[in-house]
């Protein structure tokens, strides 16, 4: 009799070994799943961010290569609309980023609608329709702003909106200006 209740505890002893080896893996396998899938989106946001890091880079590095070659620092202009803003940029603008010129008097920038406009192939931009309505000293913005920033001055644009704003949108920044005077 012992013999018999021996062996079977022996065999159950063994069945519950592995049962628990077989949870144990299984656990493992479940493990090892979730933490693959914890490296993939650890990947992806590094990845992500790289990119973010990528376009910041050559964002700040387009001060050195856009030029601002009309007006001329300190020119005097008259008339209350300038058609003849223009300029060199020698590379394209970073992906995700547009620019802007701005006009500023001594309180607030002024959107310039429509937007500069591109030659890439000659390393061209240009700005017409710049709006100077009081005489005084004027500042002429070139920006860059990022996807965000792009599209809080398109809604202004969209809504005919002309106030002035005493700061730069979040995601903007001048890159070059020149200072004119409006007679």
Known sequence: ?????????????????????????????????????????????????????????????IVAFLSIESPEE?????????????????RDIPYGYTLWVLAKDRYNYFLMYPPTQFARTMGKWSQTNVRLNTPGRWELHVCLADKKASAALQSKADRNDLAGFPTLPPGMETVHYVTVQKR
């Open 1 to 61: 009799m012992k013999t018999d209740t021996s062996s079977r505890i022996e065999r159950t002893t063994s069945i519950v070994a592995l049962v628990t080896a077989v949870v144990a893996l299984a656990g493992a396998v479940t493990g090892t799943v979730r933490n693959a899938q914890e490296i993939r989106s650890s990947q992806k946001e590094i990845r992500l961010q790289g990119k973010q890091i990528q376009a910041l880079k050559s964002a700040s590095s």
């Open 74 to 90: 300190g020119e005097t202009i008259s008339g209350n609309v300038y058609d003849a803003m223009h300029g060199s940029l020698d």
